[in-house]
């Protein structure tokens, strides 16, 4: 970054430069981190501000916490402050940064402990501020036993919560991935669950033809699925605590309610700033996450949009992964290296106890809406060579654009062997690849590992030829 | 096919044209059996001239019948005589074709029951005559007890031998892909297993720095691992049956033999025809299958060589999957429609026991040996987030152009959930994706599937600072 850039507070003082960091997770800690191995203390002061308790924990792992596979929240935790500190950051704790002036290159920090503000200059700023759980605005959502899992401490609360319970009845509000994942925790935790949903099907990300296999497994697991429900109020007893979850046209008995509706990006600083926000209301950046307009100012992380490589427009997603990835190329550019971060194809995965899951590129909604005719095709295959143990069947689901071929999208829902495999069609999409070509992949086969056509190849097939039919 | 073509006689003969297959395995079935789909039996003639007693059967599988995974032969068999029949398919079992007049455009058969021969005209030829395993010229290599596995009948010959043995020793000479599975079965069966190799590490397909940790795998299980070892002589005892295996300076007692040495292309009767043939023995065809110079002939399965798109040079590579795609290749192109077989990036993987190995591109020597000159880098990562229970510990290896970066190869040797990540690396290939872009894709993640970072991708960003290093 350009660090000579005119400063009207000399706080960031002598001769080394500032880099200071909004937010103590992923994006923010690895930015910090590659930033740090880039340019030594003596060049570079750098100061990271966080808000809450911990660092560069993996949110994604709270529901297998709360389930009981994880047993210590402590495993979650990638480094800890003092990992950060001993690798030269300064970073600072319960502090929250409370505005942005980037007129005189400063931000405004306090304490969550004192109460006291302060102002630190910054050459270099990084805006990693996450995001904010969805909040349904209904009586009772703030009722005892209602929680959220979006952070360690919310974590933390609900196994309180299930300690003190004697009641085993959850119900979980949503049904993405948070809700699709917590509702497995709650299973094995002996909890009868119910899982309450907007949609008409669950895994709003799948096409509702694949939610509907996810519904009749979760079912088949013994989950009560509930769609088309809207939550109206969350019922308490005379206690305070939660009783039960109303819907339009239910009552559903709740011991702890666990709602999993999303999140939002978290840019209040930076609206007020006057950074820029994009339709889904992230911080818009270029390729090297470098936020638009703003020459020493990178954001990334939940907070931010991302490009959709397949239908060329932004989209908001939060995942880990991407964080980790923005705060790498934020650390290298920040550091005077350079590197970019082309965009997402939106792939997920997850799991619902024996339950596989995942999805990359377009939805049949998707596509349409970015204007792209397409062929849809969906087959049956199994993970392994069908003669050989443990071969499980799945569905695979593929998109490819009508006339080109190009693929689109794909889907699966199968058992263990099938989430894995949308990386084939990540990799795929990534390069611009048609499903004709797709049909010649040469993928790794042994009868323990797949049939002698890869499931995602006996979709590229079915859509080859549904392409050439209607071409 | 120019299905006009002058034919000197008339046994073809009537208004319907005629495919002649010869082999009644995955390449040359799946080709009559696309060929049928796309003409009818009114339009053409399908006859298909089998030597053996099986059609379309999974050669891959035999190990895994005979170390028990598999119950039955009969599962091994995608496809009997009688199916293709009933598909409209004139199959002849346990003929053998003896000669191919291309001139003349007929094959002479001998029907192996009765020795008769006859004449064959076809309008369209597809070569599938299939691979030879390698028989070690040495004596004893013919002795009772000494077995291949390639084909069904050798694979229930070697059962029949261990239903009467009672010692339970087995060598198993050879350590590539046939020799390490054969291992697994032995161990699964109880057996003393030792593998001798004639390699200084097992799985030459592999570099030896990857081969050595399988090595170690294989010697963790119990099976005694003897490189460098040149068998010299197979040593029975008076009734006739095996009882060692000698080297050139040791002997290993053994109540069975097994002979995992490897396979040639089966290509006795194309060489007498005159079709062309490659370096590595097998027929060279063009990008649609077609033997080179032969307007009217199809080749295909582990009979023919096969470009490699890494290196731009033909390799030898008989696997069941190429066979199936060359075989529907070879049955659309035939019956008038269009496809190509682009080539492959040398993708295999294989299991021990529980551990996995995988490998696609090129290895050192073979970069080298194209004339490419690379970086390497090897990481250790795990299949799931560490905190994630069975997050096991695996070993990437990684290959890029220097200079450009593109990617070369990736090897993995790991537990449960590394072998199949070898698909992405495939695919980049395919797409010839530098290991930079590589660091940016998005890949499914969740705790239970990947670390946040995929292993694939953290060696594709040591990689890339290696080539960057080197720039």
């Known amino acids: 970054m350009d660090m000579s850039a005119a400063r009207d507070d000399g706080g960031a003082g002598g001769a080394r430069e500032r880099l200071v960091v909004i937010g103590g997770d992923a994006a923010g800690m690895s930015a910090a981190s590659q930033a740090r191995r880039m340019r030594g203390p003596d060049e570079w002061e750098i100061v990271a501000f966080e808000r809450g308790h911990f660092t560069s924990y993996s949110a994604c792992g709270i529901p297998y916490w709360v389930g009981g596979d994880v047993a210590d929240r402590d495993e979650l935790i990638a480094r800890t402050p003092e990992e950060h500190r001993a690798r030269g950051i300064d970073l600072r704790m319960r502090t929250e940064i409370t505005e942005i002036d980037t007129a005189r290159q400063r931000v405004r920090a ?258 349409r809406r970015a204007g792209l005719a397409f062929e849809s095709v969906t087959v049956e295959s199994t993970s392994r060579a069908g003669y050989y143990p443990g071969a499980n069947p799945m569905t695979v689901k593929m998109l490819a654009e009508r006339r080109t071929g190009r693929l689109l999208g794909v889907q699966i829902v199968g058992r263990e062997g099938a989430a894995k495999r949308v990386d084939i069609a990540a990799v795929a999409l990534t390069a611009g690849m048609t499903v004709d070509r797709m049909t010649a992949l040469d993928l790794g086969y042994a009868p323990p590992f797949s049939p002698v056509w890869d499931p995602v190849l006996v979709a590229a097939r079915k859509a080859a030829r549904a392409v050439e039919r209607h071409r």
């Not at 759980?133 to 009772?140: A, E, F, I, S, T």
């Not at 990334?300 to 490589?309: A, I, N, P, R, T």
Request: charged residues 20%; negative net charge; glycine residues 14%.
């Open 110 to 367: 306090r304490d969550a402990d004192t109460g006291a503000e302060s102002w630190t200059a910054y050459d270099g700023l990084v805006v990693a501020t996450g995001a904010r759980p969805v909040r349904p605005d209904m009586p009772g959502a703030d009722a005892t036993g209602v929680h959220g899992v979006q952070t360690l401490d919310d974590g933390q609360a609900l196994l309180d919560t299930l300690a003190r319970t004697r009641g085993r009845r959850a119900v979980v509000v949503g049904a993405g991935y948070i809700g699709v994942e917590m509702a497995e925790a709650m299973i094995n935790r002996g909890y009868e669950v119910t899982v309450v949903n907007r949609g008409s099907e669950p895994m709003s990300t799948l096409d509702p033809d694949m939610g509907r296999l996810v519904h009749r497994a979760m079912e088949g697991l013994g989950i009560t699925m509930v769609d088309d429900a809207e939550v109206t109020k969350i019922l308490t007893g005379d206690d305070g605590r939660v009783r039960a979850v109303a819907t339009q046209d239910a009552e559903f008995p709740a011991d702890v309610v666990i709602l999993g509706i999303g999140v939002r990006p978290e840019t209040t600083l930076a609206a007020a700033a006057g950074l820029p926000l994009g339709a889904h209301g992230g911080i818009l950046t270029d390729l090297a996450m470098r936020v638009r307009g703003h020459e020493n100012i990178w954001a990334g992380g939940d907070c931010v949009e991302v490009l959709d490589l397949v239908s060329g427009q932004e989209r908001y997603i939060p995942l880990g992964t991407h964080a980790n990835k923005h705060g790498q190329v934020i650390g290298t550019n920040a550091g005077g290296g350079y590197a970019t971060f082309p965009g997402v194809v939106g792939t997920a995965v997850s799991k619902v106890c024996d339950l596989e899951i995942a999805r990359t590129g377009l939805r049949e909604k998707d596509a």
